[in-house]
């Protein structure tokens, strides 16, 4: 199992970006990244995924360097509606073995 | 998701009752999911099954077990509730191929063993 690390905590204010980066240095040829974001008490939400380089969709940024070995999650101009917990996954074609959340990071937003 | 329910939503049982937590989707998606999520923590898996016909053992599987009614349908039983086994409940849906880790949720079932 490709095993990730991700800081458990982060604070921000309004506005600003905020980066989270995630580290997977046993992420496998085929294996995907997969970013999911979960409010309390309910089910993750799929935010973006991406095998290499960049990729942006109209919630975030994902920044995966040529090692692969770690990646970066972006979110432009958060506001409090942000606050959650944000998970990093590795694996491919979804193979429930694969699938692992971990703690997460827990992102606060503060006014 | 609103295209995977869960039933039911809050339940409140005690030790030694026979529990089944169910899970419909409406997406069509070959593949299923039950994981469990506790204070605090992530998620871990339970059971997933790909088809009708695969069913298999994830991280925690000890004390459940699914059924695959439909391809529609996946159910998570208690045989004998534990206290231990109180915590969030989650149903997801993926489908084959994309290559990549998509994941659709449901709402969650909140379970509490007295």
């Known amino acids: 199992l490709a095993k990730t690390t991700q800081p458990i905590s982060m604070d921000s204010y309004e506005g600003q970006e905020v980066n989270i980066t995630c580290s997977h240095n046993?992420?496998?040829?085929?294996?995907?990244i997969t970013w999911y974001q979960q409010f309390p008490s309910q089910g993750p939400r799929f935010i973006i995924q991406?095998?290499?380089t960049k990729v942006t969709n109209e919630v975030a940024s994902l920044f995966i360097p040529a090692d692969r070995k770690s990646s970066t999650l972006s979110l432009p101009r958060v506001s409090l509606s942000d606050t959650a917990v944000y998970y990093c996954?590795?694996?491919?074609?979804?193979?429930?073995?694969?699938?692992?959340f971990g703690p997460g990071t827990r992102l606060s937003v503060l006014p | 998701d609103a295209d995977v329910t869960q039933t039911p939503r809050n339940r409140i049982t005690k030790t030694g009752k026979r529990i089944m937590l169910e899970c419909s989707q409406t997406?069509?998606?070959?593949?299923m999911y039950w994981y469990r999520q506790d204070p605090g923590l992530g998620l871990r898996l339970i059971y997933y099954?790909?088809?009708?016909?695969?069913?298999n053992k994830g991280e925690i599987s000890d004390g459940y077990s699914v059924s695959r009614q439909a391809q529609a349908k996946f159910s998570l039983s208690l045989e004998s509730a534990i206290p231990n086994q109180t915590a969030l409940y989650f149903c997801?849906?993926?489908?084959?191929?994309?290559?990549?880790?998509?994941?659709?949720f449901g709402p969650g079932t909140r379970l509490t063993v007295l």
């Open positions: 046993n992420i496998a040829t085929n294996d995907y």
């Open positions: 997406k069509g998606h070959d593949r």
């Open positions: 996954l590795v694996g491919r074609d979804n193979y429930g073995q694969n699938f692992v």
């Open positions: 997801a849906t993926s489908y084959r191929g994309g290559g990549g880790n998509e994941q659709f």
């Open positions: 099954s790909f088809d009708v016909k695969d069913i």
């Open positions: 991406g095998y290499k």
